[in-house]
């Protein structure tokens, strides 16, 4: 029941949004807002059944690699297996499926959904293995994120303009429902064994090293693919669902390749699962079925969701966000992005774990209350940011980037290693389910009817702004309760 409401709570937010704005200003017409509801109704029951999956078969999986992990003395092994799950993770993602078929879309095949989706998963393999032996050589945490936004902001300077945008936008692709709880689960497995505050310390970060390989990836990628040809790229991300008469048909049609899609996708995995069945975990009978029960409500799951997601419930996020955009008056476009950020956070369920965490790391004395309220009025204005970068010429987005990460980098100096590691995983938490495809899709159809304006320039870069926001947040609060414990005299928070 709580995995439903959860499913639930994601969805239902936007969609009230979406009836109250199809009632007053924005009209949508009986046939995509039909579609938009099937498509809502989709994800939620998608949602449920793939998180059901998750618990079943990836979170135990991630713990048995924890496990298996520190039982195993040589360091190449922790590598291979740390970068084959890694990997193969990010490849099942159905959240980094979404984005990555609208940078095909919008490019019209130029940057191929395939190749953002293989780009990203060495990514994340490849630093989800970083994050793992990092403990193991006692680097701090604040020293590895400095070397690699280093890294980061030293490409974005060689990497063409247009690829930048998608390039932050890909750690909110990989932190779905599927890639979060996995990493957590290894984070967990590793290093709950080990005595001391170390051990708490390194359970955090781990999310926030992960997706920026996705950054560093994809920044890679457009340096070797800097001569594609973009050319043909949609400036208005449109779809024929909208105008389809068959609303049965818009659905039924995305089926097949979806399953086909998703089934290459998991199929890696399960693979890697059978391997390590033989020769490390070797479970029981009943507890290796569980494990292949959880694989089929993942891939029903998926299905489920993508198809909802394509299907009509992102279209509608187009037409709004064109739709209101047109309007003469921009505040109006600039007021609805705030009031999406601000709601499309409260949704996501791991928002109010964080908040927990922190209310408990500093013994009630930052509420959990006051982060979640922090987290909706920052995501709020995140999206009010993108929208304005959107209709303002010139706005670029390195504008917000640059100043907010050089800033989180600087602060992760001056505040407890705790909250360094909980902030910088916190990015990951606030661009979920509804910023890949409902915000997306609505600063697309923002970018469409702005003269000037490219849908691949400007339509994406608002995850990464989102994502910026929960990271400078908890940094501030991490700070404000290292100068008010210092004035107490409490010293729990100077090591």
């Known amino acids: 029941m709580k995995k439903f409401r959860d499913a639930v709570f994601s ?81 099942v993602e159905p959240v980094l499926h979404i984005v990555a078929g609208q940078i095909d ?57 247009e690829f930048i945008s998608i390039s932050f936008d890909a750690p909110g692709a990989t932190t779905g ?25 390194d359970s955090f970060g781990l999310v926030g090293i992960t997706t920026s390989g996705a950054v560093i990836a994809l920044l890679i990628m457009s340096i070797f693919v800097r ?32 399953m086909l899609e998703t089934l290459s996708a998991l199929l ?8 390590f069945q033989v020769i490390s975990f070797k479970l029981s009978k009943n507890s290796f079925l569980n494990i292949i029960k959880g694989f089929v409500h993942t891939f029903i799951g998926a299905v489920l969701f993508l198809t909802g997601a394509n299907g009509g419930f992102m279209d509608v996020g187009v037409t709004i966000g064109g739709t209101l955009t047109s309007f003469e008056n921009k505040i109006v476009v600039i007021l609805f992005g705030f009031l999406l950020g601000a709601v499309a956070i409260l949704a996501e369920p791991s928002v109010y774990v964080i908040s927990k965490q922190i209310e408990e790391v500093t013994s009630g004395y930052i509420k959990g209350s006051l982060i979640i309220s922090a987290f909706s009025i920052g995501v ?12 303002v010429p010139g706005f670029k987005l390195w504008y917000y980037l640059l100043p907010g990460y050089a800033l989180a980098v600087i602060l992760s100096y001056f505040v407890p290693n705790l909250f360094v590691g909980i902030a910088f995983d916190s990015g990951g938490v606030a661009t979920g389910l509804m910023a ?11 970018a469409g009817v702005v003269e000037g304006s490219n849908a691949l320039v400007d339509g994406f870069g608002t995850i990464s702004i989102i994502a910026l926001m929960p990271v400078l947040t908890l940094l501030i609060f991490g700070l404000i309760f290292k100068v008010k414990s210092s004035k107490g005299g409490t010293q729990k928070d100077e090591q």
């Open 105 to 161: 879309y919008v490019t019209a095949g130029a940057i191929s959904k395939s190749l953002i989706i293989i780009s990203v998963s060495i990514g994340v393999g490849v630093l989800i293995t970083l994050g793992v032996i990092r403990p193991m050589f006692n680097i701090p945490l604040r020293l590895c994120l400095t070397i690699i936004y280093s890294i980061i902001f030293i490409l974005a300077l060689i990497a063409p303009p």
């Open 380 to 391: 709020g204005f995140a999206v009010a940011l993108s929208v304005i970068r959107t209709i």
């Open 227 to 258: 001569n594609a040809d973009l050319s043909h790229t949609i400036n208005h991300y449109t779809s024929n669902n909208i105008t389809s008469s068959s609303i049965a048909g818009s659905f039924l049609k995305l089926v097949p390749s979806i």
């Open 436 to 446: 890949a495809t409902f915000i997306l899709a609505f600063a697309q159809g923002a």
């Open 177 to 201: 429902v599927l890639t979060v709880p996995f990493i957590s689960s290894l984070a967990i497995g590793l290093f709950s064994k080990r005595a001391g505050k170390e051990s708490e310390e």
């Open 11 to 91: 969805v239902i937010p936007i969609t009230i949004i979406v009836l109250i704005l199809n009632f007053t200003i924005v009209p949508l017409g009986t046939t995509p807002l039909i579609k938009f509801l099937i498509g809502a109704v989709l994800i939620i029951f998608g949602l449920f059944i793939f998180l059901i999956g998750v618990d079943i078969a990836i979170i135990p999986m991630g713990d048995m690699l924890g496990s298996t992990i520190l039982e195993t003395n040589s360091i190449w092994k922790i590598i291979l297996i740390c970068f084959l799950f890694g990997f193969s993770i990010s490849v």
């Open 268 to 275: 890696p995995i399960v693979i890697i699962f059978l391997v």
